[in-house]
């Protein structure tokens, strides 16, 4: 990985963390907003983790388009991913998936995989919020690397 996306990947992942207190409220020590941002932060680290695992990414952020968010049965937010490989090979995507409220706090982020798109293909998933997310939700691409 080149030092430029190493310091994309950095910064994104400051940005996360920083982003994790305003989500919550100051309700005490072991309130739902301090479950919820130790929920946001755990979230969040394990998809940082990810990322840095994957090794020769390049940012694919352009080559990903999301759909609406929705509910599925169990009331978790959802939001179809579609990647586009314009390489000329089979490659596959992680694509960090951000919800946010209208106020743009950060509510969850999920990581989600598209293996071995073939060259010129496009293939679809669907990102599932670790948790119920109540009120309006936005879906965002965090990063996106194909790989």
Not at 37 to 53: C, F, G, N, W, Y
Not at 92 to 106: E, H, K, M, T, W
Not at 128 to 138: P, Q, T
Request: aromatic content about 2%; some cysteine; glycine content about 10%.
């Amino acid at each position: 990985m080149n030092t430029r996306w190493k310091r994309c990947l950095a910064a994104a992942g400051l940005a996360a963390a920083l982003a994790v207190p305003a989500a919550g409220c100051s309700d005490g020590e072991g309130g739902p907003s301090d479950v919820a941002s130790r929920a946001i932060a755990s979230a969040t680290a394990a998809v940082d983790d990810k990322l840095h695992e994957i090794k020769g990414g390049v940012n694919a952020k352009d080559q990903v388009t999301l759909g609406a968010p929705d509910r599925d049965a169990d009331g978790r937010t959802t939001v179809v991913i579609t990647a586009r490989n314009t390489a000329g090979s089979p490659k596959s995507f992680a694509v960090q998936i951000i919800y946010r409220d209208p106020g743009g706090n950060l509510l969850d982020t999920v990581l989600v995989t598209l293996p071995d798109i073939p060259a010129g293909s496009s293939a679809k998933a669907t990102a599932r919020s670790n948790r119920d997310l109540s009120g309006d939700v936005r879906a965002e691409t965090g990063t996106a690397l194909r790989y």
